[in-house]
């Protein structure tokens, strides 16, 4: 299995709060991505990063902010939670190159904003 | 812009029937990677296939197989006699090669298979 850990992966906290979720990986791969799954809308992009310190905004950006600071650490913090943000996060990773372009998957992180 | 249909948002068959999922892409970008994920009641993402833009053959694995074809920016995927345990979500996503390599999901397939 891939080397890829999500954390927390449950929380609940209370609108208005910041969180941060952490994803960590130990493949050292190039990209990381985050999304929110939801019933009816599949798994939709907040952000993804093609290096360190280099991220770019998803469909669904609004409301959150992303850091890399390192290879291995990719950051989503809710700058201030609310409760359309209640969701299950999926963090990803992937590799460079021909043979190398599946995307591994976190086990996810339940997030209820109440 | 990366976009990925997938029309059937949830499809029931009995056991043993075969049943096809659709996926079409689009993209601006010649060279691409187009993927299969399923993600059964325990909610993990399982990878499926990769095929790239340059590789049109079909491909067959046991008894799914997977149906490339350019012309029609699609990508379907066959369950051949169904099993219960195929019941899952079947995402398809698109990554273009190159740069940011951007991962595009569709909304998903739900495919409950009845005994």
């Known amino acids: 299995d891939a080397g890829i850990t999500q954390s927390p992966r449950h929380k609940v906290t209370e609108t208005g709060t910041p969180v941060t979720l952490r994803c960590h990986q130990t493949?050292?791969?190039?990209?990381m991505y985050w999304y929110r799954q939801d019933p009816g809308h599949g798994l939709r992009l907040i952000h993804y990063?093609?290096?360190?310190?280099?991220?770019d905004k998803g469909e669904v950006s609004d409301g959150y902010s992303v850091s890399r600071s390192k290879t291995e650490d990719f950051l989503l913090t809710l700058e201030s939670a609310t409760s359309s943000q209640t969701s299950v996060y999926f963090c990803?990773?992937?590799?460079?190159?021909?043979?190398?372009?599946?995307?591994?998957f976190g086990q996810g992180t339940r997030l209820t904003v109440v | 812009a990366q976009k990925v249909t997938q029309a059937q948002t949830e499809i029931s068959v009995v056991e043993k029937e075969d049943v096809t999922l659709d996926c079409v892409y689009e993209?601006?970008?010649?060279?691409?990677?187009l993927f299969w994920y399923k993600q059964p009641p325990s909610g993990e993402l399982v990878f499926l296939i990769r095929?790239?833009?340059?590789?049109?053959q079909n491909e067959i694995s046991g008894r799914y197989s997977w149906n490339f074809q350019k012309s029609t920016s699609s990508f379907n995927f066959t369950i051949t006699a169904s099993q219960v345990v195929d019941s899952a979500v079947y995402f398809c996503?698109?990554?273009?090669?190159?740069?940011?390599?951007?991962?595009?999901f569709g909304k998903g397939t739900k495919l409950t298979v009845n005994p």
């Open positions: 990803a990773i992937k590799g460079t190159g021909w043979m190398n372009t599946e995307a591994f």
């Open positions: 493949e050292n791969h190039r990209y």
């Open positions: 990063s093609y290096g360190v310190k280099d991220t």
């Open positions: 993209t601006r970008d010649t060279t691409y990677y």
């Open positions: 095929r790239n833009s340059f590789d049109e």
């Open positions: 996503a698109l990554s273009e090669q190159g740069g940011s390599e951007k991962l595009v």
